[in-house]
């Protein structure tokens, strides 16, 4: 029996096997942090704008999802305040500004060039930082404490960075699905045809 799966279930499967694995990754860093460098405070380390870049490119706008999740996510294993959380799941949804970059310059001509992905990567990963310092003046906090929420995240550019370089070198993985799919499916008719 051959079943299919509608585009839209496909997605959602998609989109809740990558929030789940962006979920379990910030728990193990956040574990390991505490477990071998709890007397190093000061910075962050999250996979979470590496997985909404994935996203990003993958779904567009859906990466609002893993976006806000990953915020609220953040600011519940750092025992964070209710404002915390506003700050960084609202502050995180801000980087979905970074779909106007795919737009302009081309998901395809960005996955296809590793400079551009890359670059891809860094605005996202600033625009969320800037968006919970936003969020955070916004609410009245000083421009110091605003300033904190980029400088103490500074070194997740880097991971997210790492992240996005291995995974554009995995076929369809950092794509836009329905470009992939397509591109699958009618590689598969033309291999059909030729068998005829």
Not at 22 to 36: D, E, P, R, T
Request: glycine content about 8%; proline content about 2%.
């Amino acid at each position: 029996m051959n079943r299919q799966i509608s585009l839209a279930q496909y997605r959602t499967i998609d989109l809740s096997i990558l929030t789940g694995l962006m979920a379990v990754s910030q728990l193990v860093i956040h574990v390991a942090v505490k477990s071998f460098y709890a007397e190093q405070t000061g910075y962050i380390v999250s996979p979470v704008a590496a997985v909404v870049a994935l996203v990003m490119m993958r779904w567009s706008f859906w990466a609002a999802i893993p976006a806000v999740l990953g915020g609220l996510i953040l600011s519940l294993l750092s025992g964070g305040t209710a404002e915390q959380m506003l700050i960084y799941s609202a502050g995180n949804l801000i980087s979905i500004l970074a779909c106007f970059m795919l737009k302009l310059v081309g998901k395809e001509r960005i996955r296809q060039n590793v400079v551009l992905s890359l670059a891809f990567a860094v605005v996202l990963q600033l625009m969320m930082q800037l968006g919970r310092a936003a969020m955070a003046a916004l609410l009245g906090h000083p421009l110091p404490a605003c300033l904190d929420f980029i400088t103490t995240d500074a070194m997740s550019i880097l991971f997210t960075l790492v992240i996005i370089w291995i995974v554009r070198r995995v076929e369809g993985l950092f794509e836009d699905q329905k470009h992939y799919l397509l591109r699958i499916q009618q590689g598969q008719s033309e291999k059909g045809g030729e068998q005829l």
